[in-house]
């Protein structure tokens, strides 16, 4: 009868391995990019977008690891190597929707010009503002109007390698206006050497661009597909607005 019984608990303990096995938890990799308040690996929780993305994985009971690049690196890395699944934040384009699966949004940011004060811009179209050089980062989207424009010739553009680097082509006469999310300024504002330094000199416009989304893009593969259901999935069991107000600071 021991033996028997012995038996039986063994079978049984070998039954719930399997099951647990087959239970595991997936560990999905994803790039992002060093853009505070949202992503940044020294951050706690390693930003607000990244806390969100984390606590919608965590809600579905798989894992997030998220590692951090450039941005056009982070983009590419995510559409062709196999070993990442998706990349965030992002904006919605139609060009990158052709590329990537779009997550169901994880937060919202003001997209904003930052002006000098001593040269503010008024503007009622992005028509208005032909004759005036933007400064715009490096594969960042901005709105579908103006990126289209810009893309035309119609409106002049001035590429920056990163934010910073565009406020202070601003401060220094280099643009005229320079495209932001306004939370990234005031964090910039706060917390970058080099932006505190002219931060006398700017100003934010008066004239929001657009209240922009931000989304998880996903690589179009059925490795994405199942990790976009899953990220969803988990996403409508937290409150990213909470998260978000927590960590954009």
């Not at 706690?44 to 965590?58: C, H, I, L, R, T």
């Amino acid at each position: 009868m021991k033996n028997s019984l012995m038996h039986s608990v063994l079978s049984g303990l070998a039954v719930s391995v399997v099951l647990c096995a087959s239970a595991v938890a997936a560990d999905y990799k994803l790039t992002s990019l060093d853009w505070p308040p949202y992503t940044n690996e020294k951050l706690p929780a390693q930003g607000a977008s990244a806390a969100v993305v984390s606590e919608a994985f965590k809600a579905g009971g798989d894992a997030a690891r998220i590692e951090f690049y450039p941005w056009s690196r982070a983009v590419h890395m995510a559409k062709t190597d196999k070993a990442y699944v998706a990349y965030f934040p992002e904006y919605y384009s139609k060009e990158n929707a052709a590329s990537f699966l779009y997550s169901d949004p994880i937060g919202v940011g003001p997209l904003v010009f930052i002006e000098r004060k001593d040269a503010p811009v008024k503007w009622d179209s992005y028509d208005s503002l032909k004759g005036k050089k933007i400064g715009v980062v490096k594969d960042y989207v901005n709105t579908d109007e103006l990126d289209a424009k810009i893309a035309s010739k119609a409106l002049l553009a001035d590429v920056a390698g990163d934010d910073a680097k565009n406020l202070l082509k601003l401060a220094a006469g280099r643009v005229d206006v320079a495209v932001i999310d306004l939370n990234v300024f005031n964090y910039l504002l706060k917390n970058d050497s080099s932006v505190k330094a002219v931060a006398d000199k700017l100003q934010v416009n008066g004239k929001t661009l657009e209240d922009k989304k931000l989304f998880v893009c996903f690589k179009k593969s059925p490795e994405g597909e199942k990790a976009l259901k899953a990220f969803n999935e988990g996403l409508k069991k937290v409150d990213p607005e909470a998260i978000m107000k927590k960590y954009a600071k």
